[in-house]
């Protein structure tokens, strides 16, 4: 009995980065008291809230068999736009709106490559990578563009409400209300089980008659969108654009989704397992600064954290066959 209910603990994908947040969390309240500290806790987490973000769309695109490494990129594109357009003179509202369609347009760009043309995810938003961060570089060069209106600037520092004094940002409260709109989305809509179907077996989706093509798009749209959204916030929070504006953070993202224990192949995935890795990712992060760690060990415990997410729930098979057998 013992047996069989360590297998099932193991099978279930959300188990293992919960089991690995508590331990980190005891870990990092050991380095330091400020872990015991909610305001703090809370605090940190709104440097991550945009790459928290996009994470959810990854896990859509990831649990149908694609990926997109370009978000970063159409984050900085959309919002190095929306800059551009306000110092040339468009009023800012307009300029916000030219950047949020500027990350539809880029997820239109990647969406029908890969859905019509047939081209893989993987190579599409390498390419697409390099162009949209092309495009920053192009407009803005090395320089920084700021001085943006008053009530654009620090979105992060207003306050929605306190939790036992302790201070709730509106962009954590977004993202809190994203996670549970894109859970309902995928593990409680039609679109949710279309999407775990592709990611499955493809071939299978079409011969049931899904259009495969179109869900596709959509998940590539959503994408754009929603990091367009993340780059605008990520203006708000540094008070300024450069080409480099998430530069470099996709492995970032791509961890958070897998951690939370989706496959890289597609056809499993968890908004609630995303949900528990951004937690996990915020806390390891921190806590290794804290502690000083080299950004070369962080990025080392990153991957040690990440293969170990993988390998533990891959025990139950193991266990399985030699049950078989």
């Given at each position: 009995?013992k047996y069989v209910?360590l297998?099932?603990?193991?099978?279930h994908?959300e188990f293992?980065?919960?089991?690995?947040?508590?331990i980190?969390?005891?870990?990092?309240?050991l380095?330091?008291s400020?872990?015991?500290?909610?305001?703090?806790?809370?605090?940190t987490s709104?440097?991550?809230?945009?790459l928290a973000?996009?994470?959810l769309?990854m896990?859509?695109?990831i649990?149908?068999?694609?990926?997109?490494?370009?978000v970063?990129?159409?984050?900085?594109c959309s919002?190095t736009?929306?800059?551009?357009?306000?110092?040339?003179?468009?009023?800012?509202?307009l300029?916000l709106?030219a950047?949020?369609?500027t990350?539809?347009l880029?997820?239109l760009?990647?969406g029908?490559?890969?859905?019509?043309?047939?081209?893989p995810?993987?190579?599409?938003?390498?390419?697409?990578?390099?162009?949209?961060?092309?495009?920053?570089?192009?407009?803005?060069g090395?320089?920084s563009?700021?001085?943006?209106?008053?009530?654009?600037n620090?979105?992060?520092?207003i306050?929605?409400?306190?939790?036992?004094g302790?201070?709730?940002?509106v962009?954590?409260?977004?993202?809190?209300?994203m996670?549970f709109?894109f859970?309902?989305?995928?593990?409680?809509?039609r679109?949710g089980?279309?999407?775990?179907?592709?990611?499955a077996?493809?071939?299978?989706?079409?011969?049931?008659?899904v259009?495969?093509?179109?869900?596709?798009?959509?998940?590539?749209?959503?994408?754009g969108?929603?990091?367009?959204i993340?780059?605008l916030?990520?203006?708000?929070?540094?008070?300024?654009?450069?080409?480099?504006?998430a530069l470099?953070?996709?492995?970032d993202?791509?961890?958070?989704?897998?951690?939370?224990?989706?496959?890289?192949n597609?056809?499993?995935g968890?908004i609630?397992?995303?949900?528990?890795a951004v937690?996990?990712?915020i806390i390891?992060?921190?806590g290794?600064?804290?502690?000083?760690?080299?950004?070369?060990t962080q990025?080392?415990?990153?991957?040690?954290i990440?293969l170990?997410s993988?390998?533990?729930?891959?025990i139950?098979?193991?266990?399985?066959?030699m049950?078989?057998k």
């Open positions: 009995m209910n297998r099932s603990r193991l099978a994908r293992v980065p919960f089991a690995l947040l508590v980190v969390f005891l870990v990092s309240m380095l330091s400020n872990f015991r500290d909610l305001a703090y806790l809370l605090r709104n440097r991550y809230i945009e973000l996009t994470s769309t896990t859509l695109i649990t149908a068999g694609m990926i997109d490494l370009s970063p990129a159409v984050m900085s919002a736009i929306t800059a551009v357009l306000f110092h040339a003179g468009c009023p800012f509202g300029a709106i950047g949020l369609l990350g539809v880029c997820g760009v990647n029908g490559l890969v859905a019509y043309l047939r081209l995810a993987m190579i599409v938003t390498i390419g697409t990578m390099n162009l949209f961060r092309g495009v920053s570089q192009i407009f803005i090395d320089k563009l700021g001085e943006f209106p008053e009530w654009f620090a979105v992060d520092s306050t929605a409400f306190r939790l036992f302790a201070r709730v940002s962009t954590l409260v977004f993202f809190l209300l996670v709109g859970y309902l989305l995928l593990h409680r809509t679109v089980r279309t999407i775990f179907a592709i990611g077996n493809e071939q299978a989706a079409i011969y049931s008659g259009n495969t093509k179109r869900v596709k798009l959509g998940l590539f749209l959503a994408s969108t929603i990091a367009a993340a780059g916030l990520t203006t708000s929070r540094l008070l300024l654009v450069q080409y480099t504006l470099n953070t996709e492995v993202i791509v961890i958070m989704v897998l951690l939370g224990g989706a496959d890289i597609g056809g499993r968890s609630i397992g995303t949900f528990i937690v996990l990712v390891l992060k921190t290794l600064i804290v502690a000083n760690i080299t950004t070369e990025m080392f415990v990153m991957g040690l990440l170990i993988i390998i533990i729930p891959n139950s098979a193991m266990m399985r066959e049950k078989d």
